[in-house]
């Protein structure tokens, strides 16, 4: 796995995750904060660091080296990426 596919879907991912608003941090107390459908939940840096390392291992391994390979629309990537921060937030034991 080449280390610079890593650092940009990691990069890509945290925008991404920003940008549609399914993890906000809250400069005031700084802390990450993710939106499920129907209520936020607070998280540790460190929680939101392996959430996203675990995420873009799992895209590497099937190959995409760019969020521009999915090649679907914004709204399913968007549902696709909340089912997985939803997945590995469970495994984490946060919600």
Known sequence: M???VV????HQLIQFL???GIV????????????SEATEYELASEI???LVAA????W???GIRDM???GSSPASVVAMVRELVTRYLRMLGVV
């Open 18 to 20: 920003h940008l549609r």
């Open 24 to 35: 906000t941090f809250d400069t005031h107390h700084q802390t990450f904060h993710w939106h």
């Open 68 to 70: 521009r390979d999915f």
């Open 55 to 58: 995420i873009v291992e799992e």
């Open 48 to 50: 939101l660091t392996s």
């Open 60 to 62: 590497v391994r099937q």
């Open 7 to 10: 650092a940009k879907l990691t």
């Open 2 to 4: 080449s280390s610079d």
